[in-house]
């Protein structure tokens, strides 16, 4: 199978927002990534529901939604009601993890959970049968055009490794830091999801480089 892609629209143009992801849905991206931040998670703040629902109604494409926010089982529902196909929550931001992949799931969407790089990927071992993405992230999320960490790349042979013993059918997607250079080693270490985004959103044909990406 080859990787999906999955552009992240932090790092579009949101003077222009409409023409970005009419961009994504002419491209061969798979998913559309939004990543949502409350300033408490994570030391920034990207957008809402007020943006995320215009955004929805113009992605022809599945939405992954990656939630970098305290409580987010708060807000199942209004995720759930952007038509949202893979939400994704921080391990380190869910105090009762397996009742939110519950309600998650209980909602009609896949359920994600993303790792923070100073959390192990053992701490999945007890929800790994429930969970249908793991998000390795490769930079401490917050802010795009960061710089790869190495060790993520140990991380997503551990993740695989773990998905294989359970029997678990989860995907590893990968976040921050994935240009040219990192992607090959992410695919070669097992990644089944890529983000992108300023590699796409900076290059000078980013259709273009989602295809370059997809077919690597
Ligand atoms: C980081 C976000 C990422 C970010 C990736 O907190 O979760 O999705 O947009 O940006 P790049 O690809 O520029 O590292
Ligand atoms: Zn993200």
């Keep these: 199978?080859?990787?999906?892609?999955?552009?992240?629209?932090?790092?579009?143009?949101?003077?222009?927002?409409?023409?970005?992801?009419?961009?994504?849905?002419?491209?061969?991206?798979?998913?559309?990534?939004?990543?949502?931040?409350?300033?408490?998670?994570?030391?920034?703040?990207?957008?809402?529901?007020?943006?995320?629902?215009?955004?929805?109604?113009?992605?022809?494409?599945?939405?992954?939604?990656?939630?970098?926010?305290?409580?987010?089982?708060?807000?199942?529902?209004?995720?759930?009601?952007?038509?949202?196909?893979?939400?994704?929550?921080?391990?380190?931001?869910?105090?009762?993890?397996?009742?939110?992949?519950?309600?998650?799931?209980?909602?009609?969407?896949k359920a994600g959970v993303a790792l923070n790089p100073s959390t192990p990927v053992s701490m999945l071992k007890d929800v790994i049968e429930d969970i249908d993405m793991v998000l390795v992230m490769t930079v401490n999320p917050g802010f795009g055009g960061q710089k790869f960490i190495e060790h993520s790349l140990d991380k997503v042979r551990e993740a695989r490794e773990l998905i294989a013993s359970s029997g678990s059918q989860a995907l590893v997607e990968v976040d921050g830091g994935v240009t040219l250079t990192t992607a090959p080693r992410l695919i070669e270490a097992g990644v089944n999801v890529l983000v992108t985004g300023s590699t796409v959103f900076r290059a000078s044909n980013p259709s273009q480089m989602i295809s370059t990406l997809k077919e690597l």
């Design 1 to 109: 199978m080859n990787q999906l892609i999955a552009p992240s629209l932090l790092a579009a143009d949101f003077g222009h927002v409409a023409d970005e992801v009419a961009m994504v849905n002419g491209s061969n991206a798979d998913w559309l990534h939004l990543d949502v931040m409350d300033g408490v998670f994570v030391p920034n703040i990207s957008f809402g529901f007020p943006v995320l629902e215009a955004v929805s109604k113009l992605s022809t494409k599945p939405l992954d939604v990656h939630l970098m926010i305290v409580q987010p089982e708060r807000y199942v529902r209004q995720v759930q009601a952007l038509g949202t196909y893979m939400m994704t929550v921080h391990y380190e931001a869910c105090t009762h993890l397996h009742r939110t992949l519950f309600e998650i799931h209980e909602a009609g969407m």
